[in-house]
């Protein structure tokens, strides 16, 4: 389902501007307009769906393979020493365009991304948290 107000929706429609890398019948990639450095490339469904949990799997398959062949381009076109793949899913996680988009981006020494930092957690509280994400897991394959 399409999304009239949706910016990425415009951009796959041709009503914004957008410099594509990729495009194809199901996806469609291109340059971040506000990149963490350059070469970030956003891949993106023609279908607006909003996120990854609403993602079907034939076109999550196609994003993951392009994902790579394009993560691979991207660090040999702009000499980058690594890569980080990330998607933010609703917006307390950063996520702001409601339209599932992947970010590949280039790192360099010294670009100034900071990873986040990590947490210990009570062994109890690991093991607790492990049986209900399996349960669930169980629940939905």
Not at 15 to 43: C, M, R, S, W
Request: proline share 5%; glycine share 6%; with cysteine.
């Amino acid at each position: 389902m399409e999304d009239t107000n949706c910016i990425f929706c415009k951009i796959i429609r041709g009503e914004l501007p957008a410099l594509k890398v990729y495009e194809n019948d199901t996806l469609i990639a291109f340059l971040d307009i506000q990149p963490v450095n350059k070469g970030h490339t956003l891949i993106i469904p023609k279908k607006h769906y909003r996120n990854l949990y609403n993602l079907p799997d034939e076109i999550l398959g196609k994003i993951g393979i392009l994902m790579r062949d394009l993560a691979i381009a991207i660090k040999k076109a702009v000499g980058a020493e690594g890569i980080n793949i990330e998607m933010n899913n609703e917006s307390l996680a950063g996520q702001l365009v409601d339209h599932a988009h992947i970010h590949i981006i280039p790192r360099f020494l010294n670009d100034g991304l900071r990873h986040w930092p990590g947490k210990e957690l009570p062994s109890d509280e690991m093991k607790k948290t492990r049986e209900v994400i399996v349960s669930l897991i169980k629940k939905n394959t």
